[in-house]
């Protein structure tokens, strides 16, 4: 019998008009919405001729500007501090003696990924209002940072624990073995070989945060409206090709994100 | 036929180029003490070793030699510190060193997978242990460069270590272990992965790095030859136990237990009965009638029902059979190029293969069916411990 990974998977019937199928349905949507940016009527639906005037509106849009803003501030925040607790958990969890808490520790971090957001979501809001009933504390848009950042630890956590996991432990051996304390294998040897790992998580984290609608919706005080409100909002008003303009904008940052972190990856595998 | 008497032969301290280099009778490098290690707890419980002492001398190449599971990687590791012993202790130059942890121990390890350094240059690799002590940059970049031109990477330097081959990133590990000048190199089974040839080559190389620098080598090997070619004095073990300490020599020709004898070379295993006993000789009478002397180790009093062993090699085929110490039916003749195995069924039931090496001229045709008899060469037989 022949070998079954000898199989060619494209010669498998309907292998092709399925894959087509699922290909449009992810990426036609998106496509159409990018064309339509490009419309010069103001209709998301009628096109009238090619033109790059609501892009002008749109980098011209003053609330556009300041929830770009806030979106940015949120993700990064939350991603730099997510990524710093998943990369010390990862540590705590995989370079240490089994500690008997373990399994629990590994159920709280990962709880955020299967608690549905929108109980997360009222939880959180309940939270934040009875510290500010009780003692008077606001922290603004920390409110916010504080939200994403547990929410995306997961995120962070599960790729650089993978990373973790498959490195090599002979590899930390050899470096104590060559008198490098334990401070300084870590330095020298686990950390840059752990920063693809640590690129993923925060990558993903990042997008996580960025996309965030739920949580955010329900905790985002006045003027902290992100990126993802501010399109929510937009579309419950009379829809112009303005909001697909800024749809573009934000897929294009996203893939340029996404891009840079995986050449990044590649580039350190090598 | 004479027996001579239990002698014990000079350790070899090494051989270079047809010259056998002198022992000195220097200290001992390494000294371990009572050593036990256990692993688990309570019922789970299992000794890796058990109680383990030896003492390793100073420019020595000894060798852990035993099958899988024998405990000779934990005691390479309890001498690294990789790990702690549960009793004992363990003296660098009368110095106990087992409850340092392996950074504070002037003790390098080559490690069965190599464990380069990925993300590091061959260069960088070789260096990393000097930078971790701290060395001055033009101290560390010219005891690279020696060390480079000590395993014939110079050309390499640059290179990414998953950019050469195997053979390569064995001389590398070697280089990065020894550029600290340890006071004692540990070898973890580090030629097994690498094809025969090149095994082959490694064995005369890393014997020349030992003469070279000076530095005691422990190695840890399964391979009975690998051990046998390279060592200075090999300890043998098996279930967490010592069972011999001696040269390759000794091993060989004086294996002091059953084990050490199977391990080791091939060996015919003669069931048999103590008849008589006299200054380190036993006469032997083996299922067949026929009787044998045999000589024992010393501090082993043999008596009653025994084993004799006989090295393949340690006895001659003859044609008369009455002449022989035993005799029997030759079953079976297998040529291996360089010698030929004769497999004789002898008159008690025991079966008994006896090697001959082959030459150009003198070549005794003895035709399977044939009744042989089997001449012992003095001192070619040996009653072991069980």
């Keep these: ?270 | 036929m004479t027996i001579k008497p239990e002698q014990n032969l000079p350790p070899r301290a090494g051989f270079l180029n047809g010259v056998i280099v002198p022992e000195q009778p220097g200290k001992n490098a390494i000294e371990v003490r009572g050593v036990r290690k256990v692993f688990g707890t309570g019922e789970a419980q299992v000794a890796a070793l058990d109680t383990v002492s030896v003492a390793i001398r100073e420019n020595e190449f000894f060798t852990l030699l035993g099958p899988s599971g024998c405990g000779k990687t934990t005691l390479l590791r309890l001498i690294a510190g990789f790990d702690f012993p549960s009793e004992g202790e363990i003296l660098l130059y009368g110095e106990d060193i087992a409850p340092l942890p392996p950074f504070k121990r002037p003790v390098n390890t080559v490690f069965q997978s190599y464990a380069l350094f990925p993300h590091m240059t061959v260069a960088q690799n070789i260096g990393f242990g000097l930078e971790m002590l701290g060395k001055p940059k033009a101290e560390i970049q010219a005891r690279v460069a020696q060390m480079l031109k000590l395993v014939k990477m110079e050309a390499l330097a640059g290179r990414r270590t998953s950019q050469i081959s195997g053979g390569q990133q064995q001389r590398v590990a070697l280089a990065r272990a020894l550029a600290p000048q340890p006071k004692v190199l540990l070898l973890d089974e580090p030629l097994s992965a690498l094809d025969y040839k090149l095994r082959k080559e490694m064995q005369i190389e890393l014997k020349r790095l030992q003469h070279e620098t000076g530095i005691t080598f422990i190695f840890v090997t399964h391979d009975q030859e690998e051990a046998l070619t390279m060592s200075d004095r090999i300890a043998v073990m098996s279930s967490g136990k010592i069972l011999q300490v001696g040269a390759p020599r000794d091993i060989y020709d004086r294996p002091a237990e059953r084990f050490v004898a199977d391990f080791i070379g091939e060996t015919n295993f003669l069931k048999g009965t103590v008849v008589s006993k006299k200054s380190g000789v036993a006469t032997v009478k083996l299922a067949s009638d026929a009787t044998v002397a045999a000589g024992f180790p010393e501090g082993f009093d043999p008596s009653g029902a025994v084993t004799v062993v006989v090295r393949p090699e340690h006895a001659d085929l003859i044609v008369d059979a009455a002449k022989g110490t035993v005799a029997g039916i030759l079953a079976n003749v297998v040529y291996f190029g360089t010698d030929t195995h004769y497999h004789v069924k002898l008159d008690g039931g025991d079966n008994f293969i006896v090697r001959h090496q082959n030459s150009r001229s003198g070549a005794v045709a003895f035709a399977p069916g044939a009744k042989v008899g089997i001449v012992f060469e003095d001192d070619g037989a040996r009653i072991l411990r069980d």
């Excluded at chain 1, 370079?95 to 009222?122: C, S, Y």
């Excluded at chain 1, 090709?241 to 891009?259: G, K, M, R």
């Design chain 1, 1 to 270: 019998m022949a070998d079954p990974r000898t199989i060619d998977i494209k010669d498998q019937p309907g292998f092709r008009s399925i894959a087509i199928l699922c290909l449009c349905v992810l990426y036609v949507p998106i496509l159409i919405l990018m064309i339509f940016s490009f419309n010069t009527g103001s209709l998301v639906t009628h096109w009238e001729g090619v033109g790059f005037g609501w892009y002008g509106s749109a980098l011209l849009n003053e609330e556009f500007h300041r929830a770009a803003q806030n979106t940015l501030i949120i993700s990064t925040s939350a991603t730099i501090i997510s990524t710093i607790v998943a990369t010390l958990a990862a540590i705590g969890m995989t370079r240490v003696k089994p500690w008997r808490g373990l399994p629990a520790a590994f159920m709280v971090i990962n709880l955020p990924l299967m608690v549905p957001e929108i109980i997360t979501a009222v939880a959180t809001l309940s939270f934040f209002a009875l510290i500010a009933g009780a003692f008077g504390l606001n922290f603004g848009i920390g409110n916010l940072i504080l939200a994403h950042t547990v929410f995306c630890i997961p995120f962070a956590y599960m790729p650089i624990r993978a990373r973790l996991e498959d490195m090599d432990l002979t590899l930390e051996a050899a470096a104590a073995d060559l008198y490098a304390t334990p401070w300084h294998a870590f330095r020298r040897i686990t950390l840059p070989l752990l920063v693809p790992g640590i690129m993923s998580g925060a990558a993903l984290a990042f997008i996580v945060s960025f996309d965030d609608f739920t949580i955010t919706q329900l905790v985002a005080g006045p003027g902290q409206t992100t990126l993802p409100l501010y399109i929510w909002n937009q579309i419950r008003r009379p829809m112009t090709p303005e909001i697909n303009a800024i749809s573009t904008i934000l897929l294009l940052v996203s893939i340029l994100f996404v891009s840079v972190s995986f050449l990044i990856a590649r580039r350190r595998a090598k």
